[in-house]
């Protein structure tokens, strides 16, 4: 049997909660993390109708890609629908789980389905972030590199895109003198200063791995003081970000592109600007409401932006040089589940991971 906190530590170690935004509320919400987990329910939103699947379907585990619970509940009194939820999930003993913008800033994550729902090649990031790196640096005796280095790589450190166990070594000459209270690996205690032929290691390591990355180090190394330094780096981190942008195999006509993404992520309609007198063969994408992405999306040279939830006047912003197509906010994310459904169903195969069969779009059309 699996907890509530070994499931949800399987998407955590795809996607930290580290890397949420500051509004955003990503992780457990409702529920015991040690509790034993007898089915997992996967959602995009968290409803009533949800809960009573979860309940139908014995689901004690339900995970959202929105959260339920952006700000605190002054009280539960079941005068809103979310404290109806929250009382149901309690009654009924269901964990409530969220992964939000941290699977949207996730290189793998909501865009990069997208992406893939549209059959786009050459992606990456649209808006890296930066100042998400550091440059941890260390000074050993060769002889103890190799497991250092090892527990640093397995703690998180010396990733580069698609490269692992990255790292920089040059050789040097290290110096020391101990006093009387010191207990050093090489020389003695009051000894004479001592000098010894060191390798200075470096590694990157992600913001959110850097505490676990520095207790390994201090596992690994055998020296009582260890000199080390942490450099924030400004480095845009390529694989942290929002929005995806990508281009497609083959140019296409704007109206026949516009079918192809109605058919691909399925929506009732797109509300679109001005078509250019060009094909679309650059696209940029991000799911949930992305306006903010615009200029971008601009800049990188997309031919169309694929997004929802621009305001009347924000239409106007595209002035003629990108293609904006909102599909709508439930359609932009549809597909997240299918990412919860590979992150869990890889790490547990024989286990009930099930999708939801409601359609919790808020949003109706009348065509």
């Not at 913008?101 to 290189?107: H, I, Y």
């Not at 920089?168 to 205690?189: C, R």
């Not at 929002?242 to 592109?257: K, S, T, V, W, Y």
Request: glycine share 6%.
């Amino acid at each position: 049997m699996y907890t509530v906190k070994t499931i949800t530590q399987a998407i955590e170690q795809m996607a930290p909660l580290a890397w949420q935004e500051s509004y955003d509320n990503s992780g457990l919400q409702v529920g015991d993390p040690h509790m034993d987990v007898k089915g997992v329910l996967l959602c995009l939103d968290i409803t009533e109708a949800i809960i009573e699947e979860a309940i139908a379907k014995n689901c004690n585990l339900v995970i959202a890609h929105h959260p339920l619970l952006f700000s605190g509940l002054k009280s539960i009194t079941g005068s809103t629908y979310v404290e109806r939820i929250v009382m149901k999930a309690l009654q009924h003993n269901i964990a409530l789980y969220a992964a939000h913008t941290n699977l949207d800033n996730w290189k793998q994550g909501v865009n990069a389905k997208i992406a893939e729902k549209l059959g786009l090649q050459q992606t990456q990031i649209l808006a890296p972030i930066s100042q998400a790196l550091n440059l941890l640096y260390c000074y050993a005796p060769a002889a103890m590199v190799p497991k250092i280095e090892a527990h640093l790589f397995e703690a998180g450190a010396g990733q580069v895109g698609n490269y692992f166990n990255c790292s920089f070594q040059v050789e040097g000459l290290g110096a020391f003198q101990g006093n009387e209270d010191s207990s050093p690996l090489i020389g003695a205690a009051g000894g004479p200063r001592e000098q010894v032929a060191e390798t200075r290691i470096e590694v990157l390591v992600p913001n959110h791995a850097l505490i676990k990355v520095l207790a390994a180090l201090r596992t690994a190394h055998e020296y009582e003081e260890i000199a080390y330094g942490i450099v924030p780096l400004k480095n845009k981190n390529q694989d942290l970000g929002a929005g995806m942008i990508g281009n497609l195999a083959e140019a296409m006509p704007a109206e026949a592109f516009l079918k192809h993404l109605k058919a691909a992520l399925p929506t009732s309609c797109i509300k679109y600007t001005e078509l250019l007198d060009r094909p679309i063969q650059r696209v940029a994408v991000c799911g949930g409401s992305g306006s903010f992405l615009l200029k971008d999306a601009i800049q990188a040279k997309a031919d169309v932006f694929i997004t929802s939830d621009f305001k009347y006047h924000q239409f106007f912003d595209a002035d003629k040089q990108v293609v904006i197509a909102d599909i709508g906010h439930y359609e932009s994310e549809q597909f997240t589940v299918e990412i919860f459904y590979s992150i869990l169903n890889e790490k547990f195969p024989n286990f009930a991971i099930l999708y939801s069969e409601r359609n919790t779009n808020p949003v109706n059309y009348f065509i």
